[in-house]
T-cell receptor
Framework: GAVVSQHPSRVICKSGTSVKIECRSLDFQATTMFWYRQFPKQSLMLMATSNEGSKATYEQGVEKDKFLINHASLTLSTLTVTSAHPEDSSFYIC???????????FGQGTRLTVV | GDSVTQMEGPVTLSEEAFLTINCTYTATGYPSLFWYVQYPGEGLQLLLKATKADDKGSNKGFEATYRKETTSFHLEKGSVQVSDSAVYFCALRLNTGGFKTIFGAGTRLFVKA
Protein backbone atom coordinates (compact mmCIF):
# COMPACT_ATOMS: atom_id res chain seq x y z
CA GLY A 1 0.00 0.00 0.00
CA ALA A 2 0.90 3.66 -0.20
CA VAL A 3 3.10 5.19 2.47
CA VAL A 4 2.20 8.13 4.68
CA SER A 5 4.92 9.48 6.92
CA GLN A 6 4.13 11.54 9.98
CA HIS A 7 6.73 13.53 11.87
CA PRO A 8 7.64 13.79 14.67
CA SER A 9 6.54 10.56 16.30
CA ARG A 10 6.84 12.07 19.75
CA VAL A 11 7.12 15.64 20.95
CA ILE A 12 7.16 17.26 24.35
CA CYS A 13 6.56 20.97 24.55
CA LYS A 14 6.02 23.59 27.17
CA SER A 15 2.62 25.03 27.85
CA GLY A 16 1.99 28.12 25.75
CA THR A 17 4.23 27.15 22.86
CA SER A 18 3.19 25.95 19.42
CA VAL A 19 3.92 22.59 17.85
CA LYS A 20 3.84 21.63 14.19
CA ILE A 21 3.15 18.08 13.01
CA GLU A 22 3.85 17.08 9.43
CA CYS A 23 2.07 14.49 7.34
CA ARG A 24 3.61 13.47 4.02
CA SER A 25 2.46 11.11 1.32
CA LEU A 26 5.67 9.55 0.07
CA ASP A 27 4.64 7.79 -3.11
CA PHE A 28 1.35 9.31 -4.18
CA GLN A 29 -0.38 12.64 -4.45
CA ALA A 30 -2.76 13.17 -1.57
CA THR A 31 -5.72 15.21 -2.69
CA THR A 32 -7.37 14.81 0.69
CA MET A 33 -5.85 14.55 4.14
CA PHE A 34 -7.56 13.95 7.45
CA TRP A 35 -6.41 14.74 10.96
CA TYR A 36 -7.58 12.64 13.87
CA ARG A 37 -7.11 12.87 17.60
CA GLN A 38 -7.09 9.88 19.85
CA PHE A 39 -7.47 10.07 23.61
CA PRO A 40 -6.10 7.24 25.75
CA LYS A 41 -8.04 4.03 25.27
CA GLN A 42 -10.54 5.74 22.99
CA SER A 43 -11.31 5.72 19.31
CA LEU A 44 -10.17 8.19 16.71
CA MET A 45 -12.03 11.46 16.51
CA LEU A 46 -11.93 13.27 13.20
CA MET A 47 -10.73 16.82 13.70
CA ALA A 48 -10.66 18.17 10.17
CA THR A 49 -10.52 17.35 6.49
CA SER A 50 -8.24 19.23 4.14
CA ASN A 51 -8.16 19.27 0.39
CA GLU A 52 -5.06 20.45 -1.38
CA GLY A 53 -5.12 24.16 -2.02
CA SER A 54 -8.23 24.93 -0.02
CA LYS A 55 -9.14 25.66 3.56
CA ALA A 56 -9.66 22.79 5.92
CA THR A 57 -13.13 21.76 7.00
CA TYR A 58 -13.28 21.35 10.76
CA GLU A 59 -15.57 19.05 12.68
CA GLN A 60 -17.96 20.51 15.18
CA GLY A 61 -16.28 21.43 18.43
CA VAL A 62 -12.76 21.67 17.01
CA GLU A 63 -11.21 25.13 17.36
CA LYS A 64 -9.84 26.14 13.99
CA ASP A 65 -7.73 28.91 15.48
CA LYS A 66 -6.08 26.49 17.84
CA PHE A 67 -5.51 23.65 15.41
CA LEU A 68 -4.17 25.23 12.24
CA ILE A 69 -4.14 22.96 9.22
CA ASN A 70 -2.28 23.69 6.04
CA HIS A 71 -2.39 21.53 2.92
CA ALA A 72 -0.34 23.57 0.54
CA SER A 73 0.91 20.77 -1.66
CA LEU A 74 -0.23 17.36 -2.84
CA THR A 75 2.27 15.61 -0.62
CA LEU A 76 2.27 17.61 2.59
CA SER A 77 -0.21 18.68 5.22
CA THR A 78 0.67 20.22 8.55
CA LEU A 79 -1.20 20.51 11.82
CA THR A 80 -0.05 23.25 14.17
CA VAL A 81 -1.26 23.18 17.74
CA THR A 82 -1.05 26.78 18.86
CA SER A 83 -0.60 27.92 22.45
CA ALA A 84 -0.59 24.34 23.62
CA HIS A 85 -2.00 23.39 26.99
CA PRO A 86 -1.72 20.14 28.92
CA GLU A 87 -5.25 19.15 27.85
CA ASP A 88 -4.00 19.15 24.25
CA SER A 89 -1.77 16.21 25.11
CA SER A 90 -2.95 13.39 22.89
CA PHE A 91 -2.12 11.10 20.01
CA TYR A 92 -2.63 12.80 16.65
CA ILE A 93 -2.92 10.73 13.46
CA CYS A 94 -3.17 11.82 9.87
CA UNK A 95 -4.47 9.93 6.90
CA UNK A 96 -4.24 10.68 3.21
CA UNK A 97 -5.98 9.63 0.04
CA UNK A 98 -5.33 10.35 -3.61
CA UNK A 99 -7.24 10.27 -6.87
CA UNK A 100 -6.03 6.79 -7.72
CA UNK A 101 -6.53 5.33 -4.28
CA UNK A 102 -9.57 3.47 -3.06
CA UNK A 103 -8.75 4.01 0.59
CA UNK A 104 -6.97 6.41 2.86
CA UNK A 105 -3.60 5.51 4.35
CA PHE A 106 -2.57 6.37 7.87
CA GLY A 107 0.55 7.89 9.29
CA GLN A 108 2.30 6.44 12.31
CA GLY A 109 0.86 9.04 14.65
CA THR A 110 2.40 11.73 16.84
CA ARG A 111 2.24 11.61 20.61
CA LEU A 112 2.11 15.15 21.92
CA THR A 113 2.80 15.83 25.57
CA VAL A 114 2.38 19.37 26.85
CA VAL A 115 4.06 20.06 30.18
CA GLY B 1 -26.20 9.21 11.03
CA ASP B 2 -23.49 6.85 9.92
CA SER B 3 -21.90 4.93 12.74
CA VAL B 4 -19.97 1.83 13.72
CA THR B 5 -20.59 -0.20 16.84
CA GLN B 6 -18.16 -2.82 18.02
CA MET B 7 -18.01 -4.98 21.08
CA GLU B 8 -16.50 -3.50 24.18
CA GLY B 9 -13.25 -4.82 25.43
CA PRO B 10 -10.93 -5.74 26.70
CA VAL B 11 -11.02 -9.23 25.33
CA THR B 12 -8.59 -11.62 27.01
CA LEU B 13 -7.80 -14.95 25.38
CA SER B 14 -5.26 -17.69 25.75
CA GLU B 15 -2.90 -18.40 22.91
CA GLU B 16 -4.47 -20.54 20.15
CA ALA B 17 -8.00 -19.62 21.18
CA PHE B 18 -10.66 -18.58 18.66
CA LEU B 19 -11.29 -14.87 18.32
CA THR B 20 -14.46 -13.05 17.36
CA ILE B 21 -14.87 -9.30 17.61
CA ASN B 22 -18.34 -8.17 16.65
CA CYS B 23 -18.94 -5.11 14.52
CA THR B 24 -22.17 -3.69 13.16
CA TYR B 25 -22.72 -0.54 11.20
CA THR B 26 -25.34 1.99 10.21
CA ALA B 27 -24.89 3.78 6.94
CA THR B 28 -26.76 5.33 4.09
CA GLY B 29 -25.80 3.73 0.83
CA TYR B 30 -23.24 1.00 0.48
CA PRO B 31 -20.08 1.61 2.46
CA SER B 32 -16.72 -0.08 2.28
CA LEU B 33 -15.81 -1.77 5.53
CA PHE B 34 -12.42 -2.04 7.20
CA TRP B 35 -10.63 -3.50 10.15
CA TYR B 36 -7.59 -1.61 11.41
CA VAL B 37 -5.10 -2.75 14.04
CA GLN B 38 -3.13 -0.52 16.37
CA TYR B 39 -0.17 -1.96 18.24
CA PRO B 40 0.97 -0.22 21.42
CA GLY B 41 2.41 3.21 20.74
CA GLU B 42 1.90 2.98 16.99
CA GLY B 43 -0.44 4.31 14.35
CA LEU B 44 -3.14 2.39 12.55
CA GLN B 45 -2.48 -0.37 10.07
CA LEU B 46 -5.07 -1.66 7.68
CA LEU B 47 -5.75 -5.28 8.53
CA LEU B 48 -8.39 -6.15 5.94
CA LYS B 49 -11.24 -4.68 3.99
CA ALA B 50 -14.34 -5.51 1.99
CA THR B 51 -15.96 -3.23 -0.51
CA LYS B 52 -19.28 -4.90 -1.26
CA ALA B 53 -21.81 -7.31 0.19
CA ASP B 54 -20.65 -10.91 0.67
CA ASP B 55 -17.01 -9.98 0.12
CA LYS B 56 -14.62 -11.60 2.56
CA GLY B 57 -11.52 -9.73 3.61
CA SER B 58 -8.61 -11.75 4.96
CA ASN B 59 -5.07 -11.14 6.12
CA LYS B 60 -2.64 -12.76 8.56
CA GLY B 61 -5.20 -15.39 9.51
CA PHE B 62 -7.92 -12.82 10.24
CA GLU B 63 -11.16 -12.84 8.29
CA ALA B 64 -14.31 -10.75 8.09
CA THR B 65 -17.31 -11.06 5.80
CA TYR B 66 -19.43 -8.12 4.69
CA ARG B 67 -22.99 -9.07 5.65
CA LYS B 68 -25.45 -6.61 4.24
CA GLU B 69 -28.50 -8.37 5.64
CA THR B 70 -27.24 -8.07 9.20
CA THR B 71 -25.14 -4.92 8.60
CA SER B 72 -22.21 -6.68 10.20
CA PHE B 73 -18.50 -7.18 9.62
CA HIS B 74 -17.32 -9.43 12.45
CA LEU B 75 -13.61 -10.11 12.77
CA GLU B 76 -12.50 -13.70 13.34
CA LYS B 77 -9.29 -15.61 13.74
CA GLY B 78 -9.04 -19.31 14.34
CA SER B 79 -5.95 -19.32 16.56
CA VAL B 80 -4.63 -16.15 18.14
CA GLN B 81 -1.04 -15.52 19.11
CA VAL B 82 0.49 -13.32 21.79
CA SER B 83 1.67 -11.01 19.01
CA ASP B 84 -1.96 -10.33 18.08
CA SER B 85 -2.40 -8.32 21.27
CA ALA B 86 -3.47 -4.89 20.07
CA VAL B 87 -6.47 -2.64 19.64
CA TYR B 88 -8.75 -3.45 16.73
CA PHE B 89 -10.93 -0.84 15.07
CA CYS B 90 -13.85 -1.52 12.80
CA ALA B 91 -14.51 1.29 10.33
CA LEU B 92 -16.62 2.28 7.38
CA ARG B 93 -16.15 4.61 4.49
CA LEU B 94 -19.03 5.82 2.38
CA ASN B 95 -18.48 5.44 -1.31
CA THR B 96 -19.86 8.84 -2.16
CA GLY B 97 -16.50 10.39 -2.85
CA GLY B 98 -13.69 11.26 -0.49
CA PHE B 99 -12.08 9.08 2.11
CA LYS B 100 -13.76 10.13 5.32
CA THR B 101 -13.63 7.12 7.59
CA ILE B 102 -15.86 6.54 10.58
CA PHE B 103 -14.39 4.40 13.33
CA GLY B 104 -15.83 2.21 16.02
CA ALA B 105 -14.66 2.65 19.59
CA GLY B 106 -11.98 -0.01 19.30
CA THR B 107 -11.61 -3.35 21.06
CA ARG B 108 -8.49 -4.12 23.02
CA LEU B 109 -7.30 -7.71 22.74
CA PHE B 110 -4.94 -9.33 25.21
CA VAL B 111 -3.55 -12.75 24.35
CA LYS B 112 -1.89 -14.70 27.16
CA ALA B 113 0.84 -17.26 26.57
Amino acid sequence: GAVVSQHPSRVICKSGTSVKIECRSLDFQATTMFWYRQFPKQSLMLMATSNEGSKATYEQGVEKDKFLINHASLTLSTLTVTSAHPEDSSFYICSAGGRRNTEAFFGQGTRLTVV
Amino acid sequence: GDSVTQMEGPVTLSEEAFLTINCTYTATGYPSLFWYVQYPGEGLQLLLKATKADDKGSNKGFEATYRKETTSFHLEKGSVQVSDSAVYFCALRLNTGGFKTIFGAGTRLFVKA
